[in-house]
Each structure stands twice: as structure tokens, then as C-alpha cells.
């Protein structure tokens, strides 16, 4: 299980536990599952996948942005 929070300069859109997340970035879509390697990349417009430890999926239209994932925890800062 990884840690995850989407935030915006608004508001936090989502919080918690995920099995999964899928993002739109610059050299294509990318996936970071639990205990992937630490990543810093720029997101492009396109769509966000989480898919919840409770297998739940959500999805989350961004303009683009920027994640940080490490030791199962991922940020991502979108526009």
C-alpha cells in the first residue's frame, strides 16, 4: 500500500491509501504501485487513475502538474 495526496493551490482532492496510480506524463502514461523506486516527474494534461486499497477507482482530469514518490508515499501538485 502506498500514501497518496493530489493537491491543488486550492484545496487537497484526494487523501489516502492506494493500491495504484496511474499518470499522464511527458514521455507518456506511467504507473507507480507500492514500493516503486523514488520519482520526481512533470505531468502533462491528461487524466489521474487511483485505484483505492479497496479497489475502488477514481479518476482526476489535471492540467498538468508535478508527482514525488517515495518510501510508498506520492505527492502530486497539479495546476
Not at 24 to 40: K, Q, R
Amino acid at each position: 500500500m502506498m500514501y497518496l495526496e493530489i493537491i491543488t493551490p486550492e484545496k487537497l482532492l484526494f487523501a489516502g491509501e492506494i493500491k495504484l496510480i496511474k499518470l499522464p506524463g511527458i514521455s507518456g502514461s506511467f504507473e507507480i504501485m507500492t514500493n516503486h523506486a523514488p520519482i520526481i516527474s512533470i505531468l502533462t494534461p491528461g487524466k489521474i487513475k487511483v485505484r483505492e486499497t479497496n479497489d475502488i477507482v477514481s479518476y482526476f482530469e489535471i492540467n498538468g502538474g508535478l508527482v514525488e514518490a517515495s518510501n510508498n508515499k506520492v505527492k502530486v501538485l497539479v495546476d
